[in-house]
């Protein structure tokens, strides 16, 4: 049995550093957001088409899994999965991936990051359209190609718990489609600024 101790105690040594290495992180947040220049509808008459816009915040729910690579000195670097929802009328949903870079600073359990996430945003308002004077009502649905900078801090609780005290992104939404005015229906690019805030608990495996 002996002449096995060796190779054991080699093994367990050159695995114990593989074993600290949190390669997994899953977080759940409190999420708001604020959106503006959403389009909302259109009030159409006999001369022109005029789009309605509007912008609003809505809140919800998130969360998301970073996999992450060995660090180099402070610095750990990973890639973003995340999606959050805000359900209702105004609301709206988001799901990004992305690059990030975290940072473990000396003496305070404090981890700053940032990241850059690109994917997709999805959003409900009620609808402004008045066609032949009569208001359409219901729930007008927008989807955008997105992307989003964020940045924020977690405070170390455990070994494997962190808070995340607050983070917060901005970035555009991009959608390109039909508009009618007065000289006609012509194709046109809208953008509306995004802006979120999150907090909430992080798990690490």
Known sequence: MRRYAVPVLLTIVLCAPVARTQILSVYGTYSAAHFSSVESGAVSTVSATVVNY?????????????????PIGPVKIGFD????????????????????????????????????????????????SVYAGTPTGGTYNNQYIAYEVLGGVDYSVLRFIDLRLIEIG?????????????SGVHTSSQRI?????????????
């Open 170 to 182: 901005g970035g555009e939404g991009f959608s390109v489609g039909q508009v009618a005015n007065a």
């Open 81 to 128: 999965v995340r999606g959050s929802t805000r359900k209702g009328t105004s609301g709206a949903d988001l799901a990004m991936v992305g690059p990030r870079v975290g940072f473990k600073l000396p003496i305070v359990p404090l981890k700053p990051y940032i990241q850059a996430s690109g994917g997709y945003i999805a959003t409900r308002t009620p609808d402004s």
């Open 54 to 70: 509007t912008s609003f915040w809505a809140s919800g729910v998130g969360g998301g899994v970073t996999f992450g690579f060995p």
């Open 193 to 205: 600024p995004v802006l979120t805030i999150d907090t909430g608990i992080v798990v690490h495996f």
